[in-house]
């Protein structure tokens, strides 16, 4: 039963990933486009910090290695948080200068 609540809890963290870098737009190809736009500038950082947080988990646990599903999981929780901030700025930073 574990593994079947593993897997769940698997698939929410992808699907909150997706819905926390959801940009909607006019229509559905905006929607995507802007999705799309939205992890691709923010995949660099979440891949770089997650490489980091798991060397050091690695590091702290004498070279143990973390499981792939482990690693996607702090991958998509890092960049729900990202797409938290970064909707953040862009719904309070627009309009400003004009």
Same mark, same amino acid.
């Given at each position: ?12 963290? =992808? ?27 923010? =995949?660099?950082?979440? =891949? ?51």
């Amino acid at each position: 039963m574990q593994s079947v609540k593993e897997k769940v809890s698997f698939y929410l963290t =992808a699907a909150g990933y997706l819905l926390f870098n959801l940009r909607p737009g006019a229509d559905l190809t905006v929607t995507v486009q802007s999705t799309l736009w939205q992890i691709l500038q923010t =995949a660099p950082y979440v =891949a770089g910090v997650t490489w980091f947080i798991i060397a050091l988990l690695q590091y702290m646990s004498e070279g143990e290695k973390v499981s792939w599903e482990r690693r996607f999981r702090l991958f998509f929780t890092i960049g729900i948080f990202a797409g938290l901030v970064h909707a953040i700025i862009e719904y309070t930073g627009k309009g400003v200068g004009q």
